[in-house]
């Protein structure tokens, strides 16, 4: 089997295998789950993706399963329960960007159907065209931060390499950066 560089040196069962394996560059339909991929990108700010990978369920947990509505009905006593849990990463701009940005996405649904929508009507973009857009609408979004975002869920490419067993299988499932015009939903 050929694979990525980077992932050579993990062993079958690590986080970083089964998510290169799994989830890594692959796209996703569902708003709560890109929802859950943009907070978790945001989250690894300054830190090794390890350490998100290796808190992933507690996110998914403290934030409940990532559900928009609960998220951007966050109140006061919330954030306090974030900013205490030592399961996830405990930093207040994280945070504050994760309830504001689940206001954002429930204000994009209203618009344009779902978040996914709102992310095909803009591809094909180009990085710094993508930044641009989130920076207009969400926090704590950065190059970096998007470009991950977008390489992870299908809209940029750069996850896998040609040679990469995981590439082959991705082909499969036709992410967004190889489809050439704009086109509706799944």
């Known amino acids: 089997m050929s694979y990525c560089n980077f992932i050579l040196t993990t062993t079958e069962d690590s986080v970083h295998r089964i998510y290169h394996d799994t989830?890594?560059?692959?796209?996703i339909y569902d708003d709560?789950?890109?929802f859950a991929r943009l907070v978790l990108e945001i989250n690894q700010a300054g830190l090794s993706w390890t350490t998100i990978l290796n808190k992933k369920e507690n996110f998914f947990k403290a934030y409940h399963q990532f559900n928009i509505k609960k998220v951007a009905a966050y109140k006061d006593a919330d954030r306090e329960r974030l900013?205490?849990?030592?399961?996830i990463i405990r930093n207040r701009l994280k945070v504050e960007a994760a309830i504001h940005n689940a206001n954002q996405i429930l204000q994009i649904q209203k618009q344009e159907g779902s978040f996914y929508n709102w992310l095909v009507k803009y591809h094909p973009s180009t990085k710094e065209e993508w930044v641009k857009i989130f920076k207009k609408q969400f926090k704590f979004t950065?190059?970096?931060?998007v470009n991950e975002f977008l390489m992870s869920t299908g809209f940029l490419p750069g996850a896998h390499h040609e040679n990469c067993t995981v590439f082959k299988k991705l082909k499969k499932e036709k992410p967004m950066w190889m489809q050439n015009k704009k086109s509706g939903t799944r």
């Open 32 to 34: 709560n789950l890109l």
């Open 142 to 145: 950065g190059g970096e931060i």
């Open 23 to 27: 989830e890594y560059g692959f796209p």
């Open 83 to 87: 900013l205490n849990d030592a399961g």
